[in-house]
């Protein structure tokens, strides 16, 4: 009697030829280049394949495809996301300005063509055009700096970071520095005050307590070997009740007592005052020098509302030995981030920051202003969902937002919001808000999802609504 053949039963054979598959796609799909179809097949054969070597409690039931159209279309899926334009554009309507994950400050239309127009064509950026002799490329952006601020000189490298990691190895590499224990912070997980100080070479001396630092705790530490006195802005987090910290001043005026430098880490400054608007005082750079620091070090993109850059401002001797030092080469600012800084501050010197930049426009929109904005655009919304409809309620809210970035902590703006409550819970509905071709990143809160407007130009309006449009059913 014959047996039966036996069956093959090998699910490796059921998957198709990679470059069968590519043909495929390409021929339905001739937008989408080669290079993308291809490595994507590679990827999800690949990944089939590991699926079935690894032990079965491991391989889900979705891992392995079966039938060919299944195959095209992860291969497709997976080629689309290789080949999309990144980073993608999206709808901050967190209300959140300076917002980590979205970018931080976006800057002016004209700092963006200055940006741009630097980096498509030539420009005498190290070059002096009368003699025709090399030039210095943080010449004039430093003047805008020193003229814009008042102080006696100015350095730029590519963000606050470089910046104090640059002031910390010039001036004190190989001595101490000290720091009071209640501002060794950590600022976005990766920047940590004791880790970039030992990455810098200098010893590290804390001192005070966390909660509260005294001016002869300072006093009492200085010895021979103190390099700097530095002083770290808590840019996210606020310390409240039994707290004492010694003030900006005080710490100067030790300093020059004791001939020790004094130099602050601001995080977030600005060059136009925004204390008439609420703002926490400090944030005023040239406020902030009259205390009598020989350095400020603040980032670019934070309130400045300019490119990435690390701006330090402050007394002309430590500030030219900074440029000495064979790291700021590993630091420097790119032509881009210089253009767009150069126009930024030419904004500030024009007295036009205020309209012309983009984070400044937005953190003071007056609440009044935001709030028929705000009205008007539910009331545009709640119209044409009524015809999809009937299950969302959409409701005008009062809101509070932090201004972001890690800048001014425990300061929330007045806002208002759109509040939109979906039968299928407010973080399914901001899920799938960004899910849209244009991405909208609203924020959950009390089971609604906010949308705020705070942080959306006028012009992105129609976008935002049909963007809701699409996706509120
Ligand atoms: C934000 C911040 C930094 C880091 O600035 P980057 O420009 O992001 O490098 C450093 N110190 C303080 C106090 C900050 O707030």
Not at 373 to 393: I, K, M, P, Y
Request: proline share 7%.
């Amino acid at each position: 009697m014959d047996l039966p053949p036996p069956v093959n039963t090998d699910p490796r054979r059921a998957i198709p030829a990679i470059h069968e598959l590519a043909r495929e796609i390409l021929a339905e799909n001739p937008g989408i280049p080669d290079w993308a179809v291809l490595e994507a097949v590679q990827q999800v054969v690949g990944e089939a394949r590991n699926a079935l070597a690894a032990p079965p409690e491991e391989v889900g039931d979705a891992t392995f495809p079966q039938g060919k159209e299944i195959w095209l279309e992860r291969g497709l899926q997976r080629a689309r996301e290789l080949a999309a334009e990144w980073p993608r554009r999206v709808l901050n309507a967190t209300g959140i300005v300076l917002h980590t994950n979205l970018g931080r400050a976006p800057i002016a239309p004209g700092a963006a063509e200055a940006a741009a127009r630097a980096a498509a064509g030539y420009s005498d950026l190290e070059l002096e055009l009368g003699p025709g002799r090399r030039g210095n490329r943080l010449a004039s952006l430093c003047q805008r700096l020193v003229l814009a601020s008042g102080a006696e000189a100015a350095y730029a490298c590519n963000n606050n970071a470089a910046a104090l990691v640059l002031i910390l190895n010039t001036l004190a590499r190989g001595r101490e520095v000290i720091v009071s224990r209640g501002e060794l912070v950590e600022i976005g997980g990766s920047f940590r005050v004791p880790e970039i100080m030992e990455r810098a070479g200098v010893r590290l001396v804390e001192v005070g307590s966390t909660n509260r630092t005294h001016l002869r705790d300072y006093a009492e530490a200085i010895r021979p070997e103190t390099a700097m006195l530095l002083k770290v802005h808590r840019s996210n987090f606020e310390q409240r009740g039994f707290v004492k910290e010694v003030s900006l001043a005080e710490l100067a005026q030790l300093g020059r007592d004791r001939g020790v430098p004094v130099v602050e880490d601001l995080g977030s400054g600005s060059f136009e005052d925004l204390a008439p608007f609420g703002f926490p005082a400090e944030a005023y750079v040239p406020r902030r020098l009259s205390e009598g620091p020989d350095l400020i070090c603040f980032s670019g993109d934070k309130l400045l509302g300019g490119p990435q850059a690390g701006i330090v401002v402050g007394r002309a001797g430590p500030m030219a030995s900074l440029a000495k030092n064979p790291m700021a080469r590993a630091l420097r600012l790119d032509k881009m981030s210089l253009a767009a800084l150069h126009w930024t501050l030419g904004a500030y010197l024009s007295g036009r920051a205020r309209e012309e930049l983009p984070v400044l426009r937005r953190l003071l929109t007056p609440p009044g202003e935001h709030e028929k904005r705000t009205r008007g655009f539910a009331r545009v919304l709640r119209d044409r969902v009524q015809e999809q409809t009937q299950s969302l309620e959409i409701e005008i809210v009062q809101n509070r937002v932090p201004v972001g970035g890690g800048s001014l902590p425990g300061f929330e703006i007045e806002s208002w919001a759109i509040a939109l409550v979906s039968p299928g819970g407010a973080a399914a509905l901001a899920g799938r808000l960004r899910s849209g071709a244009v991405p909208v990143l609203s924020r959950v809160r009390d089971g609604a999802t906010l949308v705020d407007l705070r942080a959306v130009d006028n012009a992105d309006e129609p976008l935002l609504l049909e963007s809701l449009l699409g996706l509120l059913h």
